[in-house]
């Protein structure tokens, strides 16, 4: 049985037309080297404003210092390289102890107090209908005021005499305080005006976040029955809680460096009771004239605050 076979192609017929090739992706001209030069050197022209002034201001005297920190420096006379003499020195220091032990109390007054409050203004704040705008502008507004001018305000409503807050207990019959006199007060004083002067930034953040949060979220744990707190606790909290860790480094790293309030309201006292490692480093500097332990003093701060910040990046770091 034979099979059939497929008729052979006439040797006459016209060959196969290949469809048409897809255009490739169309290349850009290539620049002139001189035009990407150009380019290159306008970018740099705008960024030397802003690193100059860091070369300047922030990493020479950042670098001066830390070599100050190893040398016997008196202004009008050549530096004396002394190796870790300023070191020990400050570290013998009776008020080392003293401005360590309140700077890290300092610290964790201003954790329970200056973090919690103005997160729970935040959450007032956004849950508000009327007068939002204007309740923004009262929290934001002391941040405004120049530093020295809020401290020497406050430094009057602490007055043990005529001051405000004192004529008010009078007025209620209720018994005064020595507030930054007293030295198991004068601490917690310095709290309240530093949670005072700086809170409005950090609400304004909050706030940024809070309305970040999706809507849904809260509809549904309304639903299931959740109440204010547990909205907050499941819902708000997991939605801010990397602004929230970012917020908490920030101000540890700026109560640390506390320095204006504990200068212009107590000079430290009473007995050094506000003497802070800042403030201890003016004192070595401008009343010592040991600039040299100021440096050293400086140092140890900033090897701290680094190795500080370091592992609590590691510690909070999530994949996310």
């Known amino acids: 049985m034979k099979t059939a076979q497929a008729p052979a192609r006439s040797a006459a017929a016209p060959p196969l ?7 490739g992706r169309p290349t850009a001209p290539r620049r002139p080297l001189s035009r990407r030069l150009t380019d ?9 404003g802003g690193l100059i002034c860091f070369a300047l201001f922030s990493w020479y005297p950042a670098i001066r210092a ?23 020195h400050v570290f013998h220091d009776p008020e080392f102890a003293a401005a360590w032990r309140n700077t890290f109390y300092f610290t964790l007054l201003a954790l329970l107090i200056g973090f919690l409050v103005p997160f729970v203004t935040a959450l007032v704040l956004n849950e508000m209908r009327h007068m939002k705008s204007f309740f923004r502008v009262v929290v934001y507004l002391p941040v405004m ?12 409503f602490y007055d043990p005499g005529a001051g405000l807050f004192n004529e008010a207990l009078r007025f209620l019959h209720l018994p005064t305080s020595n507030w930054t006199n007293g030295t198991s007060t004068a601490l917690v004083s310095i709290v309240l005006v530093s949670t005072w002067a700086n809170m409005g930034g950090t609400v304004l953040i909050y706030l940024a976040a809070l309305q970040g949060i999706p809507g849904e979220l809260y509809e549904a744990a309304e639903l299931d029955g959740a109440s204010i707190l547990q909205r907050v606790r499941h819902v708000t909290i997991p939605q801010t809680r990397f602004i929230m860790l970012m917020l908490m480094l920030l101000q540890i790293i700026a109560t640390m460096q506390v320095f204006t309030e504990p200068f212009v309201i107590t000079g430290g006292g009473p007995q050094d009771s506000t003497v802070t490692v800042l403030y201890l480093i003016y004192k070595y500097a401008f009343q010592y004239n040991n600039f040299g332990g100021a440096c050293a003093l400086s140092v140890m701060l900033l090897v701290m605050l680094g190795l500080f910040s370091a592992a609590y990046l590691r510690l909070t770091r999530t994949d996310d």
């Open 66 to 88: 830390v070599i100050i920190a190893f040398q016997k420096y008196i202004p009008g006379s050549s530096p004396e390289w002394v190796g870790t003499a300023n070191f020990t």
């Open 17 to 23: 037309k290949e469809g048409p090739r897809p255009a």
């Open 145 to 156: 005021i120049p530093p020295v001018v809020s401290a020497l305000l406050w430094k009057w």
């Open 40 to 48: 290159q050197a306008r970018a740099y022209a705008f960024l030397l």
